[in-house]
């Protein structure tokens, strides 16, 4: 299986001085089911927030699928998808029309047959 996040040497050191990440490198491959575990504080958000555009590194590399974060912002960011803990488009909307909303922030046309289908799939 190809590497599809590699993490080399990443830092993260927040404004205030507090240094969040020391030294990650970490490799995930392709149709790997990889689950990130650690205390409160540890950093997983801050890593998460990192690969995916939403938080700075300090130093250190990013690649997804070969795309540096930084420099290929725009293709990386189109391979990810987020499922973030508390944020959501509506927490009273259907599962229907969020994911038909999220496929417009991608830019993707509507495809209800395709959102029919996976949601099928997954038994939503
Ligand atoms: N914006 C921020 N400014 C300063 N420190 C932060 C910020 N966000 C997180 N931290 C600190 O960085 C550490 C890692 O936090 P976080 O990545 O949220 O950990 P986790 O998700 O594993 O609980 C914690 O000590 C947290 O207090
Ligand atoms: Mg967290």
Same mark, same amino acid.
């Given at each position: 299986?190809?590497?599809?996040?590699? /993490?080399?040497?990443?830092?993260?050191?927040?404004?205030?001085? #507090?240094?969040?990440?020391?030294?990650? @490198?970490?490799? !995930?491959?392709?149709?790997?089911?990889?689950?990130? =575990? $650690?205390? @409160?504080?540890? $950093?997983?958000?801050?890593?998460?927030?990192? /690969?995916?555009?939403?938080? @700075?590194?300090?130093?250190?590399? !990013?690649?997804?699928?070969?795309?540096?974060?930084?420099?290929?912002? +725009?293709?990386? +960011?189109?391979?990810? $998808? =987020?499922?973030?803990?508390?944020?959501?488009?509506?927490?009273?909307?259907?599962?229907?029309?969020?994911?038909? #909303?999220? +496929?417009? =922030? #991608? $830019?993707?046309?509507? @495809?209800?047959?395709? /959102?029919?289908?996976?949601?099928?799939?997954?038994?939503?």
């Amino acid at each position: 299986m190809k590497p599809i996040i590699t /993490i080399s040497n990443l830092q993260k050191t927040y404004s205030g001085g #507090f240094q969040a990440l020391q030294e990650i @490198n970490l490799e !995930v491959k392709e149709g790997e089911i990889f689950a990130l =575990l $650690g205390p @409160n504080g540890a $950093g997983k958000t801050t890593l998460i927030g990192i /690969i995916c555009g939403l938080i @700075n590194p300090s130093s250190g590399q !990013v690649l997804v699928d070969g795309y540096d974060i930084i420099k290929d912002y +725009r293709k990386t +960011r189109s391979l990810i $998808g =987020l499922v973030p803990q508390e944020l959501t488009t509506d927490m009273f909307e259907s599962v229907w029309a969020s994911v038909s #909303f999220s +496929r417009g =922030l #991608f $830019g993707k046309a509507p @495809n209800p047959d395709y /959102i029919e289908s996976i949601l099928k799939k997954l038994s939503l």
